[in-house]
């Protein structure tokens, strides 16, 4: 998935991996991707989204 991507609601745009789990992040709404405010790899802390 890139900047630009257009997706569905219930698509699954990501995984959040927690102590060896991934866990896939699904979108509420249709839309499309505008920005990523994360790297891949990046870490991120809870509520920092």
Do not use: A, H, R
């Not at 509420?28 to 509520?47: H, Q, R, S």
Request: charged share 20%.
């Amino acid at each position: 998935m890139f900047s630009g991507s257009v997706i569905k609601e219930g698509q699954t745009i990501c995984y959040l991996d927690q102590f060896g789990t991934e866990l896939p992040v699904k979108s509420d709404v249709d839309g499309e991707v505008i920005k990523f405010l994360v790297n891949d790899g990046g870490m991120i802390m809870v509520f920092s989204l």
